[in-house]
Nanobody
């Protein structure tokens, strides 16, 4: 059974940094992509960044130049380095792994950015 466990969230002041980690346990045969999504109160869940098996990355316009997604294949872990954080980045951040035809989500980790 595949499990995704996020860590690294917390409270930080505007301008600060956090690094989120998502450790994937279980059998992932050949994932299509790994990514981070977020959901703020009263808003829909949105893509923050993802990375394909081939290493191609995609970012939401709102985080380009500030966030970096990366992965460690040996550790089955995907990271999200978040710099220059803004109050509008406050949300629950979710890890997602697409391993066709399966689609896995983590439980989420809270990120709160104070002004």
């Amino acid at each position: 059974q595949v499990q995704l466990v996020e860590s690294g969230g917390g409270l930080v002041q505007a301008g600060g940094s956090l690094r989120l980690s998502c450790a994937v346990s279980g059998s992932i045969l050949s994932f299509t992509s790994m990514g981070w999504y977020r959901q703020a109160p009263g808003k829909q869940r949105e893509l923050v960044a993802d990375i394909t098996r081939g290493g191609r990355t995609k970012y939401a316009d709102s985080v380009k130049g500030r966030f970096t997604i990366s992965r460690d294949n040996a550790k089955n872990t995907v990271y999200l380095q978040m710099n220059s954080l803004k109050p509008e980045d406050t949300a629950v951040y979710y890890c997602r792994v697409i391993d066709n035809p399966y689609d896995y989500w983590g439980q989420g980790t809270q990120v709160t950015v104070s002004s």
